[in-house]
């Protein structure tokens, strides 16, 4: 069973920064794609990127282009999402996910196998 644990939310003011962190196993580094998606309290899930295994290609959700990066730290062994130039509406409980494929910026709609408990993230000043 595939296991994720994700770290890194908080309290950041309009326009800060954060560095989410997604730990996994090699295995599952090596052989699953990982995705970040977000919900907010009476919101659907927003799929925001995802990092493909096969060859490290990234995609991302509109709403975040240009502000979030995906990354793989081998030596950490874990997925990372940093995010830029924060606003309120990114308020949310991030998670990560093993996705069945990331092959677009809607990597969600293909599915998920697992997703960790998630990390609060606030925007507020």
């Known amino acids: 069973q595939v296991q994720l644990v994700e770290s890194g939310g908080g309290l950041v003011q309009p326009g800060g920064s954060l560095r989410l962190s997604c730990a996994a196993s090699?295995?599952?580094?090596?052989?699953?794609?990982i995705g970040w998606f977000r919900q907010a309290p009476g919101k659907e899930r927003e799929g925001l990127a995802c990092?493909?295994?096969?060859?490290?290609?990234?995609y991302y959700a509109y709403s975040v282009m240009g502000r979030f990066t995906i990354s793989v730290d081998t030596a950490k062994s874990t997925v990372d999402l940093q995010m830029n130039s924060l606003k309120p509406a990114d308020t949310a409980t991030y998670y990560c996910?093993?996705?069945?494929?990331?092959?677009?910026?809607?990597?969600?709609?293909?599915?998920?196998?697992?997703w960790g408990r998630g990390t609060l993230v606030t925007v507020s000043s």
């Open positions: 990092i493909s295994s096969n060859d490290g290609s990234e």
């Open positions: 996910a093993t996705a069945y494929i990331c092959d677009s910026a809607n990597w969600i709609d293909n599915g998920m196998d697992g």
């Open positions: 090699e295995d599952t580094l090596e052989y699953y794609a």
